[in-house]
């Protein structure tokens, strides 16, 4: 199927624990992100990716790391997960990286 | 203060109501603007897409931007209970990458 899909779509894990979430498009986009979204701030961007092998920071990396080997793959991995990172991950992808961004159905991620 | 701005809501309105949600940006090297609609516990999915300033119309949606205010719309018109979701503006300039968000404005559209 044709678009973008993020994987698990939910997650439980423990203060501690390193956890992975996947993202992968099919349509070739060059750029990828990845948002949180939490009640009272809207969507941040965490990290972006403008091709394979190319990444940066958005408005709040620490505690996560980014990869991109694969122009369709864009996975996050929350090294040693925190409760403060408990929210709603969306990853997204652009042709253009300022125009439209289309977005996965998200994963909600809880760490307890 | 945030580069953009946008009145959280949430705003209830009747079936069949023109519906006007606006942001407010700082900005002034804003050129491509967007609106996206969020039903819950599903991803933003894009509405609506302006470059620069004017008017663009898609059935019962309206974007407006003016520059000169910083200031963007969407109008929806006849509104429908199946419009109700959360609506985020967006809004990027020629340099740099990303999209920079408003935080959304909840609306719910009574039958």
């Known amino acids: 199927d044709a678009g973008i899909t993020q994987s698990p779509r939910y997650k439980i894990t423990e203060t501690g624990r390193q956890v992975t979430l996947m993202c992968h498009q099919t349509?070739?986009?060059?750029?990828m992100f990845w948002y949180r979204q939490d009640l009272g701030h809207g969507l941040r961007l965490i990290y972006y990716s403008a091709a394979a092998d190319i990444t940066d920071k958005g408005e709040v990396p620490d505690g996560y790391v980014v990869s991109r080997s694969k122009t369709e793959n864009f996975p996050l991995t929350l090294e040693s997960a925190t409760r403060s990172q408990t929210s709603v991950y969306f990853c997204?992808?652009?042709?253009?990286?300022?125009?439209?961004?289309?977005f996965g159905q998200g994963t909600r991620l809880t760490v307890v | 203060q945030k580069e953009v701005e946008q009145d959280p809501g949430p705003l209830s309105v009747p079936e069949g109501a023109i519906v006007s949600l606006n942001c407010t940006y700082s900005n002034s090297a804003f050129q491509y603007f967007m609106w996206y609609r969020q039903y819950s516990r599903k991803g933003p999915e894009l509405l609506m897409y302006t470059y620069s300033s004017g008017n663009k119309e898609d059935g019962r949606f309206t974007a407006q931007v003016d520059k000169s205010s910083k200031y963007i719309s969407l109008f929806i018109r006849d509104s429908q209970p199946s419009d109700s979701a959360t609506y985020l503006c967006a809004m990027s300039a020629n340099s740099g990458y990303a999209l920079n968000f408003g935080k959304g404005t909840s609306l719910l559209v009574t039958p």
């Open positions: 997204a992808s652009s042709a253009t990286g300022r125009t439209e961004a289309f």
């Open positions: 349509w070739s986009h060059s750029y």
